[in-house]
T-cell receptor, first 115, second 115 residues
């Protein structure tokens, strides 16, 4: 079965702390995504990676950075967490193109609270 | 810019009844892809159904079917014989052609199933 695993389901951090959110997929997918999910706002793309060491900014990259050193792993980094980054973070992966239907496979999410 | 609108933030349906979730989108492209994703409470998001814009036939997956009206840019999801396990947040999504990263999500519709 296809699997996207996010390292932490729940995190509580303090303002100014550095936060790492890890995501691992076991499907050999080229593409990996980090989304932020907030009530009433849906899913908003933070960063996208289409290959190892490659990344593209999404719609809301400010305050975030990412790392993709290996194909299966995509990390989201909050250099200095702020209270407005309290949210649910979703990692997803997909194959390139639409030959396989273009489906996104999601992790279970990481709920981050910044105090 | 492409947009996806889900005008019903919440809906309720009696168990075993049929419910339709609405989605409209805006694009200038002629070829694209549309998806419905389901996010059960505290569980990962999964694909329910997909539709390719160049296909006139509406997609169907068991109790789930879509009404795709390309000219009206409408993509509604019909759930027949609703079950308690259908209770979830449902997201409509649009994917641009040849763009792995250009996936636009609506804000979601929370569906309640009444026993």
């Amino acid at each position: 079965d296809v699997k996207v695993t996010q390292s932490s389901r729940y995190l509580v951090k303090r303002t100014g702390e550095k936060v790492f959110l890890e995501c691992v997929q076991d499907m050999d997918h080229e593409n990996m995504f980090w989304y932020r999910q907030d009530p009433g706002l849906g899913l908003r793309l933070i960063y996208f990676s289409y290959d190892v060491k490659m990344k593209e900014k999404g719609d809301i990259p400010e305050g975030y950075s990412v790392s993709r050193e290996k194909k299966e792993r995509f990390s989201l980094i909050l250099e200095s967490a702020s209270t407005n980054q309290t949210s649910m973070y979703l990692c997803a992966s997909s194959l390139t193109g639409m030959n396989h239907g273009g489906e996104l496979f999601f992790g279970e999410g990481s709920r981050l609270t910044v105090l | 810019a492409q947009t996806v609108t889900q005008s019903q933030p919440e809906m309720s349906v009696q168990e075993a009844e049929t419910v339709t979730l609405s989605c409209t989108y805006d694009t200038s492209e002629s070829d694209y892809y549309l998806f419905w994703y389901k996010q059960p409470p505290s569980r990962q998001m999964i694909l329910v159904i997909r539709q390719e814009a160049y296909k006139q036939q509406n997609a169907t997956e068991n109790r789930f079917s879509v009404n795709f009206q390309k000219a009206a840019k409408s993509f509604s999801l019909k759930i027949s014989d609703s079950q308690l396990g259908d209770a979830a947040m449902y997201f409509c999504a649009y994917r641009a052609p040849n763009r792995d990263d250009k996936i636009i999500f609506g804000k979601g519709t929370r569906l309640h199933i009444l026993p």
